[in-house]
């Protein structure tokens, strides 16, 4: 089965907002990008719970919760200038460094 790649625009550690599903409007940070599924975690949005079994020397049973993923195509990295999330497109600088670019207010969104 073949499906055409979509290009990456999101990283780890970018400050991201939701757009769709139940967590609309929330921001957070990328803590993982699978590019396999096109499909991202972001720090404290979209909980889980899950039932975990004792081993029976370190971990505890119980009731656990963690950070599901949510598909690349539902989130917007967010500007530190607008404020919110916006796309980006991409630019080769002078010294042939390729960065994002906000589409709004062209400022370089890549953390250095």
Do not use: W
């Not at 550690?13 to 499909?39: C, N, P, R, W």
């Amino acid at each position: 089965m073949t499906t055409l790649a979509k290009k990456n625009s999101l990283k780890k550690d970018d400050i991201v907002q939701v757009i769709t599903g139940k967590e609309k409007g929330k921001k957070g940070k990328v803590l993982a990008y699978f590019s396999e599924s096109g499909k991202v975690t972001i720090e404290k949005l979209n909980m889980h719970k899950k039932h975990v079994k004792s081993d029976g020397k370190s971990r505890q049973a119980g009731i656990v919760e963690k950070e599901g993923p949510i598909h690349m195509s539902n989130v917007l990295i967010v500007c530190d200038k607008c404020g919110k999330g916006v796309r980006v497109k991409r630019k080769k600088l002078e010294d042939g460094k390729r960065v994002r670019i906000c589409r709004k207010c062209e400022e370089v969104i890549d953390r250095v």
